[in-house]
């Protein structure tokens, strides 16, 4: 199942839910991992909209709650935007609230995407041996995700991969990349002994550094050429 929920508005499009949140990330002295609030914004809407994106949704709102302090603000809102023009996405509001009557002592950021989707598209697949399988971008969590930027998959890229037609697209979150298989096909289980490829399927892929994509044959090419070196291929131990 996707990490998120679908709303019917209307006979033709539902309103697709997506959220993520952080913490102890940020710039107060007690974080964890010290990064700008503009960082921190940036990349909790980049594991929503990829959520809400790859479910079928085209984001049109962005709700934020802030508990880095008033003075984070501006800077969250700067990084969102950042990953707004990254998908090439226009008149997209971004409201919210910030916690100010008290100060935390580590940073706090909750963050909500609101996407619609018309009843025709289909973001799924069906399980079949002829399906191929590849990881865009690679698995990384922590101060890792600065460390090796050059890992993860930008945004562009996702967002040029999931228009695609006769794909379905899963971004990693932190339980991995086996945990993921087994999500998006739940009448089968994936082993990790099952899953033949370069990258750690156990490990954490922290703010969506990377995403699963099940394709066709015929699309392999494609696929590669455009996410160049982010492709890594997986072969499927068939049961």
């Excluded at 913490?23 to 921190?40: H, N, R």
């Excluded at 600065?146 to 006769?166: C, N, T, Y």
Aim: net charge negative; charged share 20%.
């Amino acid at each position: 199942m996707r990490d998120i929920i679908t709303v019917p508005l209307t006979s033709e499009e539902s309103l697709i839910i997506a959220s993520d949140n952080s913490g102890a990330i940020g710039m107060k002295a007690a974080d964890l991992v010290q990064v700008s609030y503009e960082t921190v914004a940036y990349y909790s809407f980049r594991v929503a909209a990829m959520e809400c994106i790859a479910a079928g949704g085209l984001p049109f709102s962005v709700v934020v709650h802030n508990f880095c302090g008033d003075n984070a603000w501006g800077n969250i809102v700067k990084g969102i935007k950042i990953g707004l023009a990254e998908l090439n996405l226009e008149d997209v509001s971004i409201t919210g609230s910030t916690e100010s009557n008290f100060s935390l002592q580590q940073s706090a950021l909750g963050l909500v995407v609101l996407g619609k989707k018309a009843i025709t598209i289909n973001s799924e697949k069906s399980f079949s041996n002829e399906l191929m399988f590849a990881v865009i971008g690679s698995p990384l969590v922590g101060n890792e995700v600065m460390d090796q930027r050059d890992q993860v998959v930008p945004l562009s890229i996702f967002g040029e991969v999931a228009k695609l037609d006769d794909i379905m697209v899963w971004p990693v979150g932190s339980k991995g990349i086996l945990h993921e298989f087994n999500q998006m096909f739940t009448d089968k289980k994936f082993t990790e002994d099952m899953l033949d490829t370069n990258l750690d399927v156990l490990k954490s892929s922290g703010p969506a550094t990377c995403f699963i994509i099940a394709f066709e044959k015929y699309q392999e090419e494609a696929l590669k050429k455009m996410a160049a070196a982010y492709y890594h291929f997986i072969k499927i131990a068939r049961r």
